[in-house]
């Protein structure tokens, strides 16, 4: 069985562009949740989308965004990036929805903000 | 939603039995405790999760004392490959997992 997969693997940009990560959960999973790691820190929450909606959403600023589509895979938008954008993000996914089932993340997609 | 205290970094040498301690003084009725590990450059890995009482499967152990304000993860035997770091969170149905910082597990030869 295929695991979560995300893409890309690494991502370079520049200040004040945009960013789209990409995210297939794994396969019957309907909830998707985003997760930024900077580099030293922990997990930050960013999102969680569950059949299509938005359950829940981290404290980022606005220009974090992100959409599930009909076959729940997710795509993360990041706007306006800044240098401290810089981190690995990581996607997970659930069988059912709820922060206590148990989640199955992907490799991430490592974003490099110059 | 629910705060948890672990310590920064553990370290210990290999085939010693390893307990990480989390405190989560606030943990509310509906809330579990899971632990998961995470190795440098990946996506954390579910190890195991609790209500109460114990929990045991093949990787680790969970206690869980009758107030539930703590839990301690055993990893039994550790090995270099267990060097990792531990995240221990509570969460509901509704919540989002949030994950502190975890505890860095250095195993050493």
């Known amino acids: 069985e295929a695991g979560v997969t995300q893409s890309p693997t690494h991502l370079i940009k520049t200040r004040g562009q945009q960013a789209t990560l990409r995210c297939s959960p794994i396969?019957?999973?309907?909830?998707v949740y985003w997760y930024q790691q900077a580099l030293g820190l922990g997990l930050q929450f960013l999102l969680w989308?569950?059949?299509?909606?938005?359950?829940n959403r981290g404290n980022f600023p606005p220009r974090f965004s992100g959409r599930q589509f009909p076959n729940y895979s997710s795509e993360l938008n990041v706007n306006a990036l800044e240098l401290e954008d810089s981190a690995l993000y990581l996607c997970a996914s659930s069988l059912k929805a709820g922060g206590h089932n148990e989640q199955f993340f992907g490799p991430g997609t490592r974003l490099t903000v110059l | 939603l629910a705060k948890t205290t672990q310590p920064i970094s553990m370290d210990s040498y290999e085939g010693q039995e390893v307990n990480i301690t989390c405190s989560h003084n606030n943990i509310a009725t509906n809330d579990y405790i899971t632990w998961y590990q995470q190795f440098p450059s990946q996506g954390p890995r579910f190890i195991i999760q609790g209500y109460k009482t114990k929990v045991t499967n093949e990787v680790a152990s969970l206690f869980i004392p009758a107030d539930r304000k703590s839990s301690t993860l055993s990893l039994p035997r550790v090995s270099l490959s267990d060097t990792a770091v531990y995240y221990c969170l509570v969460s509901s149905g509704n919540t989002p997992l949030v994950f502190g910082k975890g505890t860095r597990l250095s195993v050493i030869a």
């Open positions: 989308y569950d059949e299509g909606e938005e359950r």
């Open positions: 396969s019957g999973h309907t909830s």
